[in-house]
């Protein structure tokens, strides 16, 4: 679930508290979380709805004209009304800043060698060295001297995001202290 950095920042500031989505698998359940650029959000209560039932406050709870609203729910999948709120931090920026110990870098590596295994080619060191070498640039340039379609690329990075090794970057990406380390530790065994 993507949301404009617009309604990002009025979601943390207490203004947005509403967003409508068209959905097309199994709705997130109540009190499920959602990662995001302004930390954790919260989705409080999810129904589904008809797009007629969507009030005068529904719209001004999203942030949105109207138009805007109506041309963000256009198309296919059952509508849902999505009440939410920001919930604290992103506990992937606090983990991305702290330099891991001995052992913790042993359970990275480790956690990467796994991911390596269960794809068809290893990829995590690679990425790691891309990104590190190249901070601030766009994706599609990355995806290509990786030999990978963009979806996968950033699919991937995202993994290396979760294990607070990366950062995104309004263009691009750079690696966080934590992954220059592991990258660090990684160069040393090669």
Not at 104 to 110: P, T
Not at 140 to 148: I, P, Y
Not at 171 to 181: F, K, N, T
Request: hydrophobic content about 45%; cysteine-free.
């Amino acid at each position: 679930m993507l949301f404009r950095q617009d309604l990002l920042e009025g979601i943390a500031a207490g203004r947005v508290t509403l967003a409508f989505r068209r959905w097309r698998r199994a709705a997130p359940a109540d009190g499920s979380s959602l990662l995001t650029a302004v930390g954790v959000l919260r989705l409080d209560r999810v129904t589904v709805i008809d797009e007629g039932d969507i009030t005068a406050d529904d719209v001004r709870r999203t942030g949105m004209s109207i138009a805007e609203l109506r041309e963000s729910i256009a198309g296919e999948g059952t509508l849902l009304r999505i009440e939410l709120h920001r919930d604290g931090d992103d506990p992937r920026v606090a983990l991305r800043q702290r330099l891991p110990t001995a052992a913790e870098l042993e359970a990275v590596i480790g956690r990467l060698a796994v991911i390596d295994a269960a794809a068809n080619a290893p990829w995590t060191t690679l990425y790691l060295r891309l990104i590190s070498d190249q901070p601030a640039i766009v994706s599609h340039v990355l995806a290509k001297q990786a030999a990978m379609d963009l979806a996968t690329f950033k699919r991937r990075v995202r993994r290396l995001k979760e294990l607070g090794l990366t950062e995104s970057l309004e263009i691009g990406y750079r690696l966080s202290p934590r992954g220059a380390a592991v990258l660090q530790r990684l160069s040393a065994r090669r």
